[in-house]
């Protein structure tokens, strides 16, 4: 039987679908032609916002940019107000940062393992992952009085010292999470129906990743070892011992597996962080917000977030706010152009596999 | 990065300014027709992965500036290329036959700067829909404006009745 081309529309609104997102698809019987991602359903704009908000102002808004991983959109804004205005931060701050931006890629990587195992239709350890993770939104709570956006991380430094106590309940509860690390990999990792599910779906090779501009696992399930906390290490990175997993295959189980080891380092940074974390100061004192002038200048830097390497040009023309300010985020080289290369020839049941396992955020596509 | 590098970008293309304002950072102003030879010739010095593309309005100035961010899976430089162009019915040529994800970042450039890149298929809507106004992220768009315009007239609840 000849089979028609037709043209499908997938999301937002559809149940295969995570995130205010959508994808155009030209589909013939049930395998795909070709695929348009469209990112535009947010309408923010906060780019442009940021340049009519002071310095203080912005960093409130910035968090909201990723809502999954909000930490590493701080850090990063943090950092490029310190080397505009030339702030020093703090030892114990560096370290206090640390454990906040691991905490916060764990809690991403079990976001993530949820919706990947519940797409898949493992709802038990969806529900394991979906269960640490709140314990770890209760952790933010008690530090930060917030669960999703924490606002912690400010230039300087970090809003306020750990609360008495704090250290004792993140080892407890990474001990915790350690524990059922075996329970994890026997029903999920480990688990026949998720090879069978995973394997050579979504795969890619390390050629045609580089020059699509992957990151994070994308790109390391490749085999590539790219990491911006080994190659250019931030806050205390480079005082702490850790492993970058890598995979060789590229397709969605070499992602699923990277994020599983993932988990277990940034465990370990988070324990050898409260290990050597000094005593001391937490932030250096920033200007009155409303006083505050930044220097003339520009500056670009980087940080590895939960997907990926997260940068941030910022200029100042010498004001009390941004001249421009411009994200290079994860999910936006990763959600469009890769998407929708490994879209094509996939299969319709494909679709929220393949967009799982590349960790798109959409609110971080948008601008 | 060393200097080595430094000293041969400079000997191989005239017209050109490198800066190197902190360590592992460089800035090369360039001109239009060096863009594709530069961009290239560092790709080939293990500068193979384009991080962004990032427009500024420097609207006193009249001129926009396309910023092409490089860097390398082994070194910790980040390179960043500069050229500014004139504000009046910009373009620039793409960037597409060396990096292909460029595709996106000049997408993005095209909607919201209203740049337009020579060779690039693919100057598409990426964000908006059915946009008639200026393009958005131009200084002299004024945000704060325009959903005054847009939204401020809808009439509230008291004075519907």
Redesign the interface.
């Known amino acids: 039987m000849s089979q028609r081309e037709l043209e499908l529309f997938f999301g937002p609104q559809h149940i295969g679908m995570v995130g205010n997102f959508s994808i155009t698809l030209n589909v013939k019987g049930d395998r795909i032609v070709e695929a348009k991602a469209n990112p535009g359903y947010l309408h923010r704009g906060f780019e442009k916002l940021m340049e009519y908000k002071n310095w203080t102002q912005n960093f409130p808004m910035v968090c909201r940019i990723n809502v999954i991983e909000p930490d590493s959109m701080e850090m990063v804004y943090a950092m490029a107000v310190e080397s505009l205005a030339g702030i020093e931060v703090p030892e114990r701050a560096h370290y206090i940062r640390m454990i906040v931006l691991e905490l916060a890629r764990l809690a991403s990587h079990l976001f993530g393992a949820w919706a990947y195992s519940n797409m898949l239709g493992f709802d038990t350890v969806a529900q394991w992952a979906m269960a640490y993770r709140d314990y770890m939104l209760d952790l933010f709570e008690e530090l930060v009085g917030g669960r999703v956006y924490h606002i912690y991380i400010c230039p300087g430094g970090v809003r306020r010292d750990l609360p008495d106590g704090f250290e004792e309940k993140v080892m407890k509860f990474l001990q915790a999470l350690g524990g059922h690390v075996p329970d994890f990999d026997a029903a999920f990792f480990n688990n026949r129906i998720f090879y069978e599910r995973a394997k050579d779906i979504g795969k890619i090779d390390a050629e045609e990743a580089v020059e699509l501009g992957a990151t994070g696992q994308v790109l390391r399930a490749v085999g590539i070892k790219y990491d911006i906390r080994k190659i250019e290490p931030y806050a205390a990175y480079n005082n702490i011992d850790f492993e970058v997993p890598v995979r060789e295959d590229g397709d969605a189980y070499s992602r699923l597996w990277v994020i599983r080891d993932e988990m277990l380092q940034s465990a370990s940074i988070i324990m050898q962080c409260i290990e050597k974390m000094p005593k001391g100061k937490v932030y250096t004192r920033t200007p009155n917000p409303f006083k505050w002038i930044i220097p003339e200048g520009e500056t670009y830097v980087r940080v590895e977030s939960s997907r990926g390497e997260l940068g941030l040009y910022m200029v100042s023309n010498g004001g009390n706010r941004p001249y421009r300010v411009h994200f290079r985020t994860p999910s936006f080289t990763n959600g469009i152009l890769i998407l929708e290369k490994l879209l094509e020839n996939a299969s319709i049941a494909d679709v929220g596999n393949i967009m799982i396992s590349l960790y798109v955020v959409a609110p971080e596509i948008d601008r | 990065m060393d200097n080595a590098l430094e000293k041969e970008i400079k000997s191989r293309f005239v017209g050109i300014e490198v800066f190197t304002p902190q360590k592992?950072?460089m800035t090369i102003k360039i001109r239009k027709e060096n863009l594709l030879g530069i961009i290239k010739f560092l790709k080939d010095k293990e500068f193979?992965?384009?991080?962004?593309v990032?427009?500024?309005?420097w609207i006193d100035e009249n001129e926009f500036e396309l910023?092409y961010?490089l860097s390398s899976?082994?070194?910790?430089a980040?390179i960043?290329i500069k050229k500014r162009i004139p504000r009046e019915n910009p373009s620039f040529t793409s960037i597409i036959p060396i990096?292909?994800?460029s595709?996106?970042y000049e997408r993005?450039i095209h909607e919201?700067f209203g740049i337009y890149f020579e060779g690039n298929p693919r100057l598409t809507?990426?964000?908006?829909?059915n946009w008639k106004d200026k393009p958005?992220?131009r200084k002299d768009f004024d945000?704060?404006e325009y959903v005054k315009e847009t939204y401020d007239s809808i009439p509230t609840l008291e004075e519907y009745k």
């Open positions: 592992d950072r193979n992965y384009l991080t962004a990032t427009c500024v309005d910023i961010h899976f082994h070194d910790p980040h960043m990096f292909k994800n595709q996106t993005e919201l809507p990426l964000f908006l829909e958005p992220f945000t704060r």
